[in-house]
Protein backbone atom coordinates (compact mmCIF):
# COMPACT_ATOMS: atom_id res chain seq x y z
CA UNK A 1 0.00 0.00 0.00
CA UNK A 2 1.31 3.41 -0.96
CA UNK A 3 2.92 5.69 1.73
CA UNK A 4 2.85 9.05 1.66
CA UNK A 5 5.66 11.79 2.53
CA UNK A 6 6.31 15.24 2.13
CA UNK A 7 8.56 15.88 -0.83
CA UNK A 8 11.33 17.22 1.84
CA UNK A 9 11.26 14.14 3.51
CA UNK A 10 11.05 12.20 -0.58
CA UNK A 11 14.56 13.61 -1.22
CA UNK A 12 15.70 12.67 2.10
CA UNK A 13 14.49 8.98 0.94
CA UNK A 14 16.08 8.26 -2.32
CA UNK A 15 19.02 10.72 -2.24
CA UNK A 16 18.27 13.37 -4.53
CA UNK A 17 18.29 17.30 -3.95
CA UNK A 18 14.83 19.00 -3.07
CA UNK A 19 14.65 20.82 -6.05
CA UNK A 20 15.40 17.98 -8.44
CA UNK A 21 12.10 16.28 -7.03
CA UNK A 22 10.36 19.98 -7.25
CA UNK A 23 11.28 19.95 -11.03
CA UNK A 24 9.40 16.74 -11.89
CA UNK A 25 6.70 18.18 -9.95
CA UNK A 26 6.83 20.92 -11.97
CA UNK A 27 7.23 19.21 -15.52
CA UNK A 28 4.39 16.47 -14.62
CA UNK A 29 6.61 13.46 -13.55
CA UNK A 30 5.47 13.61 -10.15
CA UNK A 31 1.48 14.16 -8.51
CA UNK A 32 1.29 16.12 -5.63
CA UNK A 33 -2.14 14.67 -3.14
CA UNK A 34 -2.24 17.56 -0.29
CA UNK A 35 1.35 18.31 -0.74
CA UNK A 36 2.69 14.67 -0.54
CA UNK A 37 4.20 12.13 -2.59
CA UNK A 38 3.65 8.69 -2.84
CA UNK A 39 6.42 6.50 -1.98
CA UNK A 40 5.00 3.99 -5.36
CA UNK A 41 5.76 7.11 -7.50
CA UNK A 42 9.42 7.81 -5.86
CA UNK A 43 10.11 4.10 -6.30
CA UNK A 44 9.31 4.31 -9.80
CA UNK A 45 11.35 7.13 -10.69
CA UNK A 46 14.03 5.97 -8.52
CA UNK A 47 14.34 2.24 -8.56
CA UNK A 48 17.37 2.05 -7.04
CA UNK A 49 16.30 3.80 -4.35
CA UNK A 50 17.13 0.92 -1.53
CA UNK A 51 17.88 0.86 1.93
CA UNK A 52 20.97 -0.58 1.52
CA UNK A 53 22.79 1.65 -0.71
CA UNK A 54 20.87 4.96 0.50
CA UNK A 55 23.53 5.63 3.34
CA UNK A 56 20.77 5.63 5.83
CA UNK A 57 21.52 2.00 6.90
CA UNK A 58 25.25 2.44 6.97
CA UNK A 59 24.69 5.39 9.65
CA UNK A 60 22.95 3.68 12.12
CA UNK A 61 25.28 0.46 11.72
CA UNK A 62 28.51 2.83 12.43
CA UNK A 63 27.29 3.16 15.47
CA UNK A 64 28.90 -0.73 16.56
CA UNK A 65 32.26 0.16 15.32
CA UNK A 66 34.14 2.18 18.41
CA UNK A 67 36.39 4.17 15.97
CA UNK A 68 33.09 5.92 14.65
CA UNK A 69 30.69 5.41 17.81
CA UNK A 70 31.37 8.38 19.57
CA UNK A 71 31.63 10.97 16.39
CA UNK A 72 28.62 9.65 15.52
CA UNK A 73 26.10 9.64 18.92
CA UNK A 74 27.14 13.57 19.11
CA UNK A 75 26.65 14.13 15.03
CA UNK A 76 24.29 11.96 13.63
CA UNK A 77 22.24 10.98 16.35
CA UNK A 78 20.48 12.99 19.24
CA UNK A 79 20.94 12.59 22.99
CA UNK A 80 19.83 9.27 25.02
CA UNK A 81 16.96 11.22 26.10
CA UNK A 82 14.99 12.88 23.21
CA UNK A 83 16.08 9.11 21.07
CA UNK A 84 14.06 7.33 24.23
CA UNK A 85 11.19 10.35 23.34
CA UNK A 86 11.37 9.89 19.83
CA UNK A 87 10.99 5.98 20.19
CA UNK A 88 8.39 6.05 22.71
CA UNK A 89 6.51 8.11 20.24
CA UNK A 90 6.92 5.98 17.43
CA UNK A 91 5.82 2.87 19.51
CA UNK A 92 2.49 4.75 20.80
CA UNK A 93 1.67 5.26 17.11
CA UNK A 94 2.52 1.54 16.13
CA UNK A 95 0.54 0.37 19.74
CA UNK A 96 -2.31 2.93 18.13
CA UNK A 97 -2.47 1.16 14.97
CA UNK A 98 -2.46 -2.35 16.48
CA UNK A 99 -4.93 -1.79 18.62
CA UNK A 100 -7.34 -0.29 15.55
CA UNK A 101 -6.03 -3.29 13.52
CA UNK A 102 -7.40 -5.76 16.32
CA UNK A 103 -10.65 -3.68 16.58
CA UNK A 104 -10.87 -3.98 12.91
CA UNK A 105 -10.34 -7.54 12.61
CA UNK A 106 -12.76 -8.44 15.32
CA UNK A 107 -15.20 -6.15 13.90
CA UNK A 108 -14.93 -8.18 10.29
CA UNK A 109 -14.85 -11.74 12.15
CA UNK A 110 -18.33 -10.50 13.76
CA UNK A 111 -19.73 -9.26 10.66
CA UNK A 112 -18.92 -12.30 8.82
CA UNK A 113 -20.83 -14.53 11.49
CA UNK A 114 -23.60 -12.27 11.36
CA UNK A 115 -24.30 -12.84 8.23
CA UNK A 116 -23.76 -16.49 8.11
CA UNK A 117 -27.04 -16.40 10.62
CA UNK A 118 -28.57 -14.54 8.74
CA UNK A 119 -27.84 -16.72 5.85
CA UNK A 120 -28.72 -19.93 7.71
CA UNK A 121 -32.25 -18.61 9.32
CA UNK A 122 -33.30 -17.62 5.28
CA UNK A 123 -32.51 -20.96 4.37
CA UNK A 124 -29.50 -20.68 2.33
CA UNK A 125 -31.14 -19.27 -0.55
CA UNK A 126 -30.08 -15.87 -1.29
CA UNK A 127 -27.09 -15.95 -3.29
CA UNK A 128 -26.53 -12.06 -2.07
CA UNK A 129 -25.33 -13.74 1.45
CA UNK A 130 -22.91 -15.87 -0.03
CA UNK A 131 -21.54 -13.03 -1.99
CA UNK A 132 -20.98 -10.83 0.67
CA UNK A 133 -19.69 -14.06 3.04
CA UNK A 134 -16.85 -14.19 -0.03
CA UNK A 135 -16.19 -10.83 -0.05
CA UNK A 136 -15.48 -10.65 3.29
CA UNK A 137 -13.37 -14.00 3.83
CA UNK A 138 -11.28 -13.09 0.82
CA UNK A 139 -10.96 -9.53 1.61
CA UNK A 140 -9.35 -10.63 5.19
CA UNK A 141 -7.35 -13.22 3.51
CA UNK A 142 -6.28 -10.30 1.72
CA UNK A 143 -5.09 -8.31 4.23
CA UNK A 144 -3.59 -10.68 6.62
CA UNK A 145 -1.58 -11.96 3.55
CA UNK A 146 2.49 -11.43 4.08
CA UNK A 147 3.45 -8.49 1.44
CA UNK A 148 6.98 -7.73 0.54
CA UNK A 149 7.67 -4.13 2.49
CA UNK A 150 8.25 -0.69 0.82
CA UNK A 151 11.37 -0.07 1.89
CA UNK A 152 11.12 3.46 1.99
CA UNK A 153 8.49 3.05 4.22
CA UNK A 154 11.15 1.42 6.30
CA UNK A 155 13.68 4.42 5.93
CA UNK A 156 10.84 6.85 6.77
CA UNK A 157 9.92 5.38 9.88
CA UNK A 158 13.74 4.93 10.45
CA UNK A 159 14.08 8.68 10.15
CA UNK A 160 11.27 9.81 11.97
CA UNK A 161 13.93 8.10 15.13
CA UNK A 162 17.09 9.31 13.95
CA UNK A 163 15.69 12.59 12.72
CA UNK A 164 12.72 14.95 13.11
CA UNK A 165 11.23 16.60 10.45
CA UNK A 166 10.10 20.26 11.06
CA UNK A 167 7.13 22.05 9.40
CA UNK A 168 6.94 25.72 10.01
CA UNK A 169 3.64 27.49 9.71
CA UNK A 170 2.27 30.09 7.84
CA UNK A 171 5.05 29.53 5.49
CA UNK A 172 5.10 25.94 5.06
CA UNK A 173 8.81 25.76 4.75
CA UNK A 174 10.68 22.40 6.35
CA UNK A 175 13.84 21.43 7.81
CA UNK A 176 15.34 18.21 9.53
CA UNK A 177 16.79 18.46 13.19
CA UNK A 178 20.01 16.00 12.85
CA UNK A 179 22.14 15.12 16.33
CA UNK A 180 22.10 17.53 18.81
CA UNK A 181 20.79 20.46 17.40
CA UNK A 182 18.22 22.80 18.95
CA UNK A 183 15.13 23.72 16.52
CA UNK A 184 16.96 27.06 15.94
CA UNK A 185 20.06 25.96 15.27
CA UNK A 186 18.67 23.35 12.21
CA UNK A 187 16.58 25.81 10.98
CA UNK A 188 19.73 28.35 10.56
CA UNK A 189 21.44 25.50 8.52
CA UNK A 190 18.34 24.78 7.11
CA UNK A 191 18.17 28.72 5.36
CA UNK A 192 15.48 29.62 7.00
CA UNK A 193 14.82 32.81 8.27
CA UNK A 194 13.88 32.68 11.70
CA UNK A 195 13.71 35.16 14.36
CA UNK A 196 16.00 34.98 17.18
CA UNK A 197 18.17 37.16 19.54
CA UNK A 198 20.85 35.94 21.49
CA UNK A 199 20.68 32.21 20.96
CA UNK A 200 21.76 31.04 24.36
CA UNK A 201 17.89 31.53 26.21
CA UNK A 202 18.12 34.83 27.40
CA UNK A 203 16.29 37.17 25.48
CA UNK A 204 12.99 35.60 24.34
CA UNK A 205 13.33 36.61 20.52
CA UNK A 206 12.83 32.97 19.11
CA UNK A 207 9.67 31.97 20.54
CA UNK A 208 7.90 29.39 18.59
CA UNK A 209 4.04 27.81 19.41
CA UNK A 210 4.47 23.91 18.93
CA UNK A 211 1.02 23.24 17.29
CA UNK A 212 1.04 19.33 16.76
CA UNK A 213 4.66 17.07 17.93
CA UNK A 214 6.78 16.69 21.21
CA UNK A 215 9.37 18.54 21.98
CA UNK A 216 12.38 18.50 24.63
CA UNK A 217 14.60 21.12 26.37
CA UNK A 218 18.13 20.62 24.95
CA UNK A 219 19.65 23.93 26.74
CA UNK A 220 18.84 26.05 29.99
CA UNK A 221 17.25 29.23 30.04
CA UNK A 222 17.04 32.19 31.45
CA UNK A 223 14.41 33.79 29.72
CA UNK A 224 10.74 33.53 31.83
CA UNK A 225 7.73 32.27 29.53
CA UNK A 226 4.78 33.07 30.84
CA UNK A 227 2.15 30.93 32.17
CA UNK A 228 -0.37 31.75 29.46
CA UNK A 229 2.03 31.06 26.52
CA UNK A 230 3.07 27.57 28.20
CA UNK A 231 -0.23 27.05 27.83
CA UNK A 232 -0.39 28.07 24.70
CA UNK A 233 2.32 25.67 23.68
CA UNK A 234 5.31 28.09 23.16
CA UNK A 235 8.90 27.51 23.73
CA UNK A 236 12.37 28.63 22.85
CA UNK A 237 13.63 27.17 19.98
CA UNK A 238 17.13 27.85 20.82
CA UNK A 239 16.45 25.98 24.14
CA UNK A 240 14.66 23.37 22.85
CA UNK A 241 14.93 20.03 19.92
CA UNK A 242 12.47 17.45 18.53
CA UNK A 243 11.37 14.75 20.84
CA UNK A 244 8.69 13.00 17.84
CA UNK A 245 9.81 12.17 14.41
CA UNK A 246 7.18 15.33 13.14
CA UNK A 247 6.44 18.57 14.62
CA UNK A 248 4.94 21.15 13.30
CA UNK A 249 5.84 25.20 14.74
CA UNK A 250 3.88 28.43 14.35
CA UNK A 251 6.04 31.49 13.80
CA UNK A 252 7.32 34.28 11.11
CA UNK A 253 9.57 34.61 9.37
CA UNK A 254 11.91 37.64 8.03
CA UNK A 255 10.71 37.89 4.62
CA UNK A 256 14.12 40.55 3.68
CA UNK A 257 16.39 42.72 4.60
CA UNK A 258 14.00 45.14 5.84
CA UNK A 259 12.88 42.32 8.48
CA UNK A 260 16.00 42.45 9.96
CA UNK A 261 17.07 45.16 12.98
CA UNK A 262 20.44 46.90 12.91
CA UNK A 263 22.99 45.22 15.18
CA UNK A 264 26.20 46.57 16.79
CA UNK A 265 28.01 44.23 18.23
CA UNK A 266 32.14 44.03 19.37
CA UNK A 267 33.57 40.88 17.77
CA UNK A 268 37.32 39.97 18.41
CA UNK A 269 39.61 38.66 15.63
CA UNK A 270 39.80 34.63 15.67
CA UNK A 271 42.13 34.49 12.88
CA UNK A 272 44.05 36.62 10.09
CA UNK A 273 45.10 34.52 6.81
CA UNK A 274 46.56 35.49 3.98
CA UNK A 275 44.69 33.72 1.04
CA UNK A 276 46.65 35.58 -1.89
CA UNK A 277 49.36 37.99 -2.16
CA UNK A 278 46.72 40.54 -2.12
CA UNK A 279 44.10 39.35 -0.75
CA UNK A 280 43.21 38.45 3.10
CA UNK A 281 41.00 36.56 5.31
CA UNK A 282 39.64 38.29 8.72
CA UNK A 283 37.61 35.84 10.85
CA UNK A 284 35.78 37.73 13.58
CA UNK A 285 33.81 35.92 16.17
CA UNK A 286 30.82 36.84 18.07
CA UNK A 287 30.42 36.94 22.13
CA UNK A 288 28.14 33.63 22.84
CA UNK A 289 25.25 36.45 23.72
CA UNK A 290 25.22 38.54 21.21
CA UNK A 291 25.25 36.79 17.71
CA UNK A 292 24.87 38.88 14.65
CA UNK A 293 21.33 38.39 12.55
CA UNK A 294 21.85 38.86 8.85
CA UNK A 295 20.94 37.39 5.28
CA UNK A 296 23.17 35.90 2.92
CA UNK A 297 24.86 38.45 0.84
CA UNK A 298 24.39 41.00 3.12
CA UNK A 299 27.71 43.61 4.51
CA UNK A 300 28.64 44.87 7.53
CA UNK A 301 30.06 47.94 8.76
CA UNK A 302 33.57 47.04 10.59
CA UNK A 303 34.95 49.61 12.96
CA UNK A 304 38.25 49.35 14.45
CA UNK A 305 39.76 50.59 17.51
CA UNK A 306 41.95 53.84 17.02
CA UNK A 307 40.43 56.19 15.34
CA UNK A 308 36.80 57.68 14.17
CA UNK A 309 37.75 57.13 11.15
CA UNK A 310 38.95 53.24 11.31
CA UNK A 311 36.35 52.03 9.54
CA UNK A 312 35.09 50.03 6.16
CA UNK A 313 32.35 48.45 5.17
CA UNK A 314 32.94 45.01 3.70
CA UNK A 315 29.97 42.01 2.06
CA UNK A 316 30.20 39.08 4.70
CA UNK A 317 31.54 36.13 2.97
CA UNK A 318 29.97 33.45 5.50
CA UNK A 319 26.55 31.70 5.74
CA UNK A 320 24.26 32.76 8.67
CA UNK A 321 23.85 29.57 9.66
CA UNK A 322 26.88 30.10 11.53
CA UNK A 323 26.09 33.50 12.89
CA UNK A 324 29.07 33.39 15.51
CA UNK A 325 31.91 33.46 12.84
CA UNK A 326 31.88 35.71 10.52
CA UNK A 327 34.39 35.66 7.59
CA UNK A 328 35.36 38.53 5.35
CA UNK A 329 37.48 38.50 2.15
CA UNK A 330 39.87 42.11 2.21
CA UNK A 331 41.47 43.03 -0.94
CA UNK A 332 44.62 45.19 -0.77
CA UNK A 333 43.57 49.04 -0.45
CA UNK A 334 45.52 52.01 0.44
CA UNK A 335 41.51 53.65 0.91
CA UNK A 336 40.58 50.67 3.20
CA UNK A 337 41.61 51.61 7.45
CA UNK A 338 40.85 48.06 7.48
CA UNK A 339 43.28 47.02 4.57
CA UNK A 340 45.74 48.84 6.08
CA UNK A 341 46.05 47.69 9.08
CA UNK A 342 45.88 43.52 7.76
CA UNK A 343 48.08 43.88 5.41
CA UNK A 344 50.32 46.01 7.67
CA UNK A 345 49.83 42.83 10.30
CA UNK A 346 48.55 45.78 12.96
CA UNK A 347 45.19 43.33 13.65
CA UNK A 348 45.95 40.35 15.64
CA UNK A 349 44.00 37.80 17.09
CA UNK A 350 42.09 38.80 20.26
CA UNK A 351 41.59 42.39 19.13
CA UNK A 352 38.47 43.76 19.22
CA UNK A 353 36.25 44.68 16.30
CA UNK A 354 32.92 46.38 16.49
CA UNK A 355 30.36 45.07 14.00
CA UNK A 356 27.42 47.19 12.97
CA UNK A 357 25.00 46.31 10.81
CA UNK A 358 23.73 44.53 8.53
CA UNK A 359 23.05 46.11 5.45
CA UNK A 360 22.14 45.32 1.22
CA UNK A 361 19.61 44.35 -0.44
CA UNK A 362 21.88 41.50 -2.51
CA UNK A 363 20.03 38.43 -0.98
CA UNK A 364 18.25 35.29 -2.08
CA UNK A 365 15.20 35.34 -3.50
CA UNK A 366 12.77 32.55 -3.18
CA UNK A 367 12.44 31.35 -6.34
CA UNK A 368 12.17 27.57 -8.54
CA UNK A 369 14.52 28.83 -10.99
CA UNK A 370 18.30 27.63 -11.32
CA UNK A 371 20.90 29.72 -9.91
CA UNK A 372 23.47 31.36 -11.46
CA UNK A 373 25.88 33.15 -9.72
CA UNK A 374 28.62 35.79 -11.56
CA UNK A 375 31.57 37.40 -9.20
CA UNK A 376 34.96 39.08 -10.17
CA UNK A 377 37.57 39.19 -7.81
CA UNK A 378 36.51 39.53 -4.13
CA UNK A 379 33.11 40.07 -5.13
CA UNK A 380 33.11 36.40 -4.83
CA UNK A 381 32.73 37.28 -1.00
CA UNK A 382 28.80 37.66 -1.10
CA UNK A 383 28.59 35.09 -3.76
CA UNK A 384 30.23 32.92 -1.34
CA UNK A 385 27.90 33.51 1.37
CA UNK A 386 24.81 33.29 -1.13
CA UNK A 387 26.09 29.99 -2.36
CA UNK A 388 26.18 28.47 1.22
CA UNK A 389 22.63 29.84 1.85
CA UNK A 390 21.52 28.50 -1.61
CA UNK A 391 22.87 24.55 -0.54
CA UNK A 392 21.47 24.91 2.70
CA UNK A 393 17.90 25.75 1.33
CA UNK A 394 18.76 22.39 -1.36
CA UNK A 395 15.97 23.65 -3.30
CA UNK A 396 17.63 25.06 -6.83
CA UNK A 397 17.29 22.73 -9.39
CA UNK A 398 20.97 23.57 -10.53
CA UNK A 399 23.28 25.80 -9.82
CA UNK A 400 26.47 27.26 -11.83
CA UNK A 401 29.06 29.99 -10.45
CA UNK A 402 31.12 31.92 -12.58
CA UNK A 403 34.63 33.44 -11.31
CA UNK A 404 36.49 36.26 -13.19
CA UNK A 405 39.94 36.89 -11.96
CA UNK A 406 41.38 40.52 -13.08
CA UNK A 407 45.10 39.42 -11.64
CA UNK A 408 46.90 36.05 -11.26
CA UNK A 409 46.14 35.27 -7.93
CA UNK A 410 42.42 36.45 -8.33
CA UNK A 411 40.72 33.08 -7.67
CA UNK A 412 41.89 32.64 -3.94
CA UNK A 413 38.87 30.14 -3.13
CA UNK A 414 38.89 27.30 -6.07
CA UNK A 415 39.69 24.90 -3.65
CA UNK A 416 36.40 25.30 -2.22
CA UNK A 417 34.61 26.13 -6.17
CA UNK A 418 36.13 22.11 -6.97
CA UNK A 419 35.06 20.83 -4.30
CA UNK A 420 31.26 22.10 -4.82
CA UNK A 421 31.71 20.92 -8.24
CA UNK A 422 32.80 17.62 -7.62
CA UNK A 423 30.72 16.59 -4.62
CA UNK A 424 27.44 18.01 -6.10
CA UNK A 425 26.12 16.71 -9.68
CA UNK A 426 23.50 20.03 -9.68
CA UNK A 427 26.91 22.21 -9.11
CA UNK A 428 28.73 23.51 -12.32
CA UNK A 429 32.17 25.83 -11.47
CA UNK A 430 33.90 27.99 -13.93
CA UNK A 431 37.00 30.04 -13.98
CA UNK A 432 38.05 33.00 -16.08
CA UNK A 433 40.83 35.58 -16.15
CA UNK A 434 41.34 38.58 -17.89
CA UNK A 435 42.51 41.57 -16.44
CA UNK A 436 40.10 44.25 -17.97
CA UNK A 437 36.93 43.35 -15.70
CA UNK A 438 34.20 44.58 -18.47
CA UNK A 439 36.34 42.65 -21.14
CA UNK A 440 36.29 39.71 -18.63
CA UNK A 441 32.43 40.18 -18.74
CA UNK A 442 31.79 39.85 -22.12
CA UNK A 443 33.29 36.08 -21.51
CA UNK A 444 31.48 35.10 -19.08
CA UNK A 445 28.24 36.28 -20.95
CA UNK A 446 29.28 34.13 -23.11
CA UNK A 447 29.58 30.78 -21.54
CA UNK A 448 26.28 31.53 -19.94
CA UNK A 449 24.67 31.80 -23.27
CA UNK A 450 26.82 28.78 -24.68
CA UNK A 451 25.40 27.07 -21.10
CA UNK A 452 22.55 28.28 -19.29
CA UNK A 453 20.52 30.90 -21.68
CA UNK A 454 18.37 28.32 -23.14
CA UNK A 455 17.19 28.17 -19.38
CA UNK A 456 15.07 30.10 -17.74
CA UNK A 457 17.42 31.48 -14.36
CA UNK A 458 17.86 33.87 -11.57
CA UNK A 459 21.35 35.52 -11.67
CA UNK A 460 23.30 37.00 -8.78
CA UNK A 461 26.24 39.66 -10.36
CA UNK A 462 28.88 41.01 -8.01
CA UNK A 463 32.05 42.43 -8.46
CA UNK A 464 33.91 46.28 -9.82
CA UNK A 465 31.29 48.31 -11.27
CA UNK A 466 32.66 47.76 -14.68
CA UNK A 467 32.49 43.90 -14.38
CA UNK A 468 28.66 44.52 -12.91
CA UNK A 469 27.51 46.79 -15.98
CA UNK A 470 28.64 44.99 -18.52
CA UNK A 471 27.45 41.10 -17.61
CA UNK A 472 23.94 43.09 -16.34
CA UNK A 473 23.70 44.54 -19.89
CA UNK A 474 24.84 41.25 -21.50
CA UNK A 475 21.71 39.52 -19.56
CA UNK A 476 19.52 42.32 -20.62
CA UNK A 477 20.52 42.73 -24.05
CA UNK A 478 19.73 38.29 -24.21
CA UNK A 479 16.28 38.41 -22.66
CA UNK A 480 16.77 38.14 -18.89
CA UNK A 481 13.87 39.96 -17.24
CA UNK A 482 15.45 42.83 -14.84
CA UNK A 483 13.65 40.80 -12.03
CA UNK A 484 15.63 37.74 -12.64
CA UNK A 485 18.80 39.54 -12.27
CA UNK A 486 20.61 41.52 -8.86
CA UNK A 487 23.55 42.96 -8.88
CA UNK A 488 26.17 44.56 -5.75
CA UNK A 489 28.76 46.90 -6.99
CA UNK A 490 31.97 46.34 -4.67
CA UNK A 491 34.72 49.20 -4.43
Known amino acids: MAH ?20 RVRSGEIELHDGLVSTETLLALYPQARLEESGLLERVVQIRDEAFGKRLRERVLPSQEVLSQRLFHQSQELADVQRHLQRYHALVLSLR ?18 EVLHQLSDGLARALATEPVDVLDVMDDMLKV ?15 VEGRDSLLQAGMKAGLKLNYGCGNGSCGMCKVRVTSGQVARCMHSDYPLSETEKAQGYVLACA ?46 TPRTHRLRFLAGQSVTLGLAGGDDAHATHPVASCPCDDRNL ?30 GPQGRFVLDETPLPLVFAACDTGFA ?10 SLDAAPSIALFWLATRPDGHFMANQCRAWSEALDTFEYSAFTHEDAAVGAGQVATAMRADLFGIDSAFYVAGPAPFVTALCADLLAAGVPPPQIRSEVLP
Do not use: C, N
Not at 170 to 175: C, K, T
Not at 343 to 352: S, V
Not at 382 to 391: C, G, N, Q, Y
Open 240 to 285: HTAASGELTLETLEAGGPEDIPAQTIVTSVRAVRTLAPDTMLLHLQ
Open 4 to 23: WVTVWRAAQLVGVPRGALQQ
Open 327 to 356: LFYVPRRADDALAVRLFGEALKPGDPVTVH
Open 382 to 391: PIKSLVDHAL
Open 162 to 176: VSAQVTVRPSGHQFT
Open 113 to 130: ERLRALDAEAGGSDPRFT
